[in-house]
């Protein structure tokens, strides 16, 4: 694992960074977080509401419903493709 231990201090106008701030709590990472993100060119991307929780919720409820075999690997297709979709960094070119 990585230890982080060096600080870097830069200079921003207070609007700079509330625009940060804002950014970050969107996305559910902290500031360093979120710049370490921005700095390898990933764009993160927010948290999902509620609606996309509850989608997750009842294609896990359906896929352990004891289905066959084909079933549960189409739902769990489905539901990585809709969590991938909705929660990994996009990659900036």
Do not use: W
Not at 12 to 41: D, W
Not at 71 to 78: M, S
Request: aromatic share 4%.
């Amino acid at each position: 694992m990585l230890t982080r231990n060096v600080q870097l201090n830069i200079r921003v106008t207070p609007e700079e960074k509330r625009l940060f701030e804002q950014a970050a709590t969107r996305c559910g990472l902290t500031l360093s977080q979120y710049i370490r993100m921005r700095l390898h060119n990933q764009m993160p991307r927010q948290l999902p509401n509620a609606d996309y929780r509850q989608v997750l919720d009842a294609l896990t409820a359906l896929y352990h419903k004891g289905n066959t075999p084909e079933v549960q690997r189409e739902i769990l297709d489905t539901l990585l493709t809709v969590q991938r979709a909705v929660t990994v960094p996009q990659k900036e070119e």
